[in-house]
């Protein structure tokens, strides 16, 4: 009798290495999966990443190659989201000072606003990585 074969688990699976090979478009895709993903959270949608890679049109494999979980889209989606739409120049931040308790401080309080202003996205974020694999 042969044997199955069976999909990788998902701790198996290796992601897309970004820093070698076609590095530009391994970030348009990468970005084309997050925004996709934006779309989704910032509507209240539960998703996979298979829904994600339809609404990105980027294979499904491509897409588990970057991403080999739901919770590690959907922590990369509200992260992003949070700092595009809030904190663009963060890193302005770090060049005020440089002061380590001032940075620290800086940090915190950024943190604490962002977490104030997207408590939703954040709890959801929480959730997603606490549900059962």
Known sequence: MAKKLRAPAKADRQTTDLETGRVNQKARTREALVDAAITLVS????????DVADLAQVSRTTAYNYFPTKEALYAQAVLTFVAR????D???????STDVDKR???VVQTSDASVA???ELYRGML???????
Request: proline fraction near 6%; glycine fraction near 4%.
């Open 43 to 50: 509507k209240g949608q539960d998703f996979s990443v298979a």
């Open 85 to 88: 739409t809030d904190y663009p």
């Open 90 to 96: 963060f890193y302005q931040l770090f060049k005020q």
């Open 104 to 106: 620290v401080q800086a």
């Open 117 to 119: 202003l997207h408590e």
């Open 127 to 133: 959730r997603v990585s606490l549900e059962p694999q």
